[in-house]
């Protein structure tokens, strides 16, 4: 049986080698419409325009998801609609349409009509009245890059049209408040269909009910055989996919009026035939017994051939496999000639920096291959065979996010440990360097993050060994001629004996400032303690600052408490390098959304590096909201502030948008999008 952890770890995998996404903060689609006529730059329409964006989020009724508001009068009067994802809670909501009212207004800047798109949110205005309006123009489809196998094609299709009819129906009798459905049915070959229905709740009944008929009848043109595929409109819009894309709970409990109880959710649906379910039950009952004999039958030979299995060939094997060891122990031994020579005697010139461990000095060796050595201290309690037994087993820690052990050296009291060459050295030479900053934009910032992570994350869980890190910091961060991130120093904690019992440590073994406060208080540390660390890094880099000394105009404060203080008062941009800031704001909100998380005081609340490479690559999974940080600094902030809109997962569209009318748009997989003719 597979293993869940091999499970998660395979999902992982795929969301990492999926299809790169234009990670840019920009409208899953928008149309300035042209040809509805153009405004002059302060004049009376122009004012009244920016007025109304400006009061759109500050409104309470958007809490229902949905607003409609107009301002002036005559040929200057401004209408606007705002409709939120049925799902959607109301700060999220709020969140979407702010970035929406400036974002549309850069894109259509002199004109009277526009409309936009995200994944969450749809913001609308025109000089005209668009009130209870149907309009299906303009719009967009999306659909997914799967197919529906051909053997379940037909009962797809029929379940999926079963399935948006029902949820036609409970939409279009939503009320005034909110005429929106979402539910899932069962799918052919072990699938699970979801799908989602809404209209502007300013519609009518029969308008709603004839824009969704509309919608429906539009998916075989647009994504027939597809396992996913949407209809968007500026009146209603229907989604239907073969994972869960939408708040199951906040779907199935609908906005009351004052004074009424909510809404009972409708049933999904179900199988009602209970006599073919006791069938069902009975074959499996028989099947679990037939099972479980077999196994024991199997379980009793087995153990008869291990009793009768001979012992020499056993020795046999287990002296074979010694040799080998001591062969691989024997071709990583490098002579200290050698690296004497190659090093040009220890020389300062060809030293590259000082660590905790050691000096580390480049070399070059007689073949012209160019390596690095770290001189480590003379404080390892070991003796030569346990130093080259822990050294083979570090050598076979291979993974492109970790710096190679290439071998090591031994003479008297020496221990010489040698590397790969990085040519760009370590990430804090270019991060707090006000000059070489510079070299790091945004896109090489968020692929050294996710270089770390996985590094990180193959040292906890996919390595022979499980490694705990314990000095994650910037210095430890080696970049290759490609500016690959690539950890190193991570098997120092195997290296040097330390006094520790299950997981504590009377010698503490890090750096301040990155340390997790259960490690650096109590000397408990667990893989939890490098999530810490990595927070802090992933700060820093957003940051382009050290930690401990976040230059704030004239003030220095500490790193952490600056970033909570930002994003509870919904400041967080505050937080980010300046040379970066025309980069992809969201994910950069994202990124800094992870960091809080991964520094959180509450060892349980930190995610796992699974969950943080999930996060990384995946705008599907909805983010909690962060706790206090350790460390924190500054407790008089009010802690009903949030930001939650900017754990909104919104999925972005290509660049490629403006060289034709087919572009891709994206969440954690690649799908297509085709614009309505205008």
């Not at 077999?294 to 060939?313: D, G, T």
């Not at 804090?428 to 270089?451: C, E, N, S, T, V």
Request: hydrophobic content about 35%.
């Amino acid at each position: 049986m597979v293993s869940s952890r091999l499970l998660f770890f395979l999902s992982a995998i795929f969301l990492l080698t999926a299809p790169a996404v234009a990670q840019t903060p920009d409208f899953l689609y928008h149309d300035c419409l042209n040809d509805k006529g153009n405004y002059t730059a302060n004049s009376t329409y122009e004012r009244n325009l920016n007025h109304l964006l400006s009061s759109l989020s500050s409104n309470t009724e958007i809490d229902h998801g949905f607003y409609n508001s107009s301002y002036g009068q005559n040929s200057d009067q401004v209408f606007a609609i705002e409709l939120c994802r049925g799902d959607v809670d109301p700060d999220v909501c709020r969140g979407c349409l702010n970035i929406s009212t400036s974002l549309l207004k850069q894109h259509c800047p002199i004109q009277k009509e526009a409309i936009g798109w995200f994944d969450y949110c749809m913001l609308r205005y025109s000089n005209r009245s668009i009130f209870g309006v149907v309009e299906t123009l303009p719009g967009f489809r999306m659909w997914s890059p799967y197919n529906v196998s051909a053997n379940y094609l037909n009962q797809f299709n029929d379940d999926l049209r079963t399935l948006l009819e029902s949820l036609r129906s409970e939409a279009v009798a939503g009320g005034p408040l909110r005429k929106f459905a979402a539910r899932n049915a069962t799918a052919p070959n072990f699938q699970t269909l979801y799908a989602l229905v809404q209209c502007t709740a300013d519609l009518s009944e029969q308008d709603c009910n004839n824009c969704l008929v509309g919608a429906i009848q539009d998916i075989p043109q647009c994504c027939g055989g597809k396992q996913g595929g949407r209809v968007i409109g500026p009146s209603c819009n229907i989604r239907f996919e073969t994972y869960e894309f939408y708040n199951s709970t906040a779907a199935s409990s609908p906005p009351s009026s004052p004074g009424e109880p909510p809404e009972s959710p409708s049933p999904p649906l179900t199988n009602t035939n209970t006599t073919k379910g006791s069938e069902s039950n009975t074959s499996r009952t028989i099947i679990i017994i037939i099972v479980s004999i077999a196994a024991f039958v199997v379980l009793v030979i087995s153990f008869c051939v291990y009793f009768r299995v001979k012992r020499r060939p056993r020795r046999e094997k287990l002296e074979t496999a010694e040799d080998d060891e001591i062969r691989s122990v024997e071709s990583l031994q490098f002579d200290f000639s050698t690296i004497r020579v190659a090093t040009d005697n220890f020389s300062e010139a060809n030293k590259l920096g000082q660590g905790g461990f050691g000096d580390v000095y480049k070399g070059r060796l007689s073949d012209g291959q160019v390596i690095a050595i770290k001189r480590l201290s003379k404080n390892s309690g070991q003796g030569d065979l346990e130093f080259k037994n822990e050294v083979l087993l570090v050598a076979k820690l291979q993974h492109r996010n970790l710096v190679r052990l290439l071998g090591f050296c031994l003479e008297r009291d020496e221990r010489l440990l040698i590397y790969e060459f990085m040519p760009n050295t370590s990430l804090d030479h270019f991060l707090f360097d006000p000059i070489k900053r510079a070299h790091l934009d945004w896109q090489r910032r968020y692929k050294i993050i996710g270089g770390i992570a996985r590094g990180i994350l193959y040292l906890h869980e996919d390595s022979r060994l499980r490694i705990i890190h314990r000095d994650l910091k910037a210095s430890n961060i080696l970049l290759d001629a490609e500016m690959n991130s690539k950890i190193s120093d991570f098997g120092m904690a195997r290296l040097f004996l330390l006094d520790q019992t299950q997981g504590n440590t009377s010698r503490i073994v890090g750096t301040y400032g990155y340390m997790a406060p259960e490690y650096a208080m109590h000397g408990q540390f667990s893989v939890k303690s490098d999530v810490f660390s990595f927070g802090v890094l992933v700060l820093e880099i957003v940051s382009g600052q050290k930690n401990n000394c976040f230059r704030n105009g004239e003030n220095v404060e500490d790193l952490l408490s600056y970033a909570w203080k930002n994003w509870r008062e919904g400041t967080a941009s505050n937080i980010v390098d300046p040379t970066i800031m025309l980069g992809a704001t969201t994910e950069i909100m994202r990124c800094i959304h992870i960091g809080l998380l991964c520094v959180q005081e509450n060892v349980a609340d930190r995610p796992t590096m699974a969950s943080v490479i999930l996060m990384l690559n995946s705008y599907s999974i909805t983010l909690q909201v962060p706790s206090q940080p350790a460390f924190f600094m500054h407790s008089n902030i009010d802690l009903e502030t949030t930001s939650r809109w900017m754990q909104s997962t919104w999925v972005t569209k290509s660049d490629e948008r403006s060289k034709g009318n087919s572009v891709e748009a994206s969440r954690n997989e690649a799908s297509i999008t085709e614009l309505y003719p205008r």
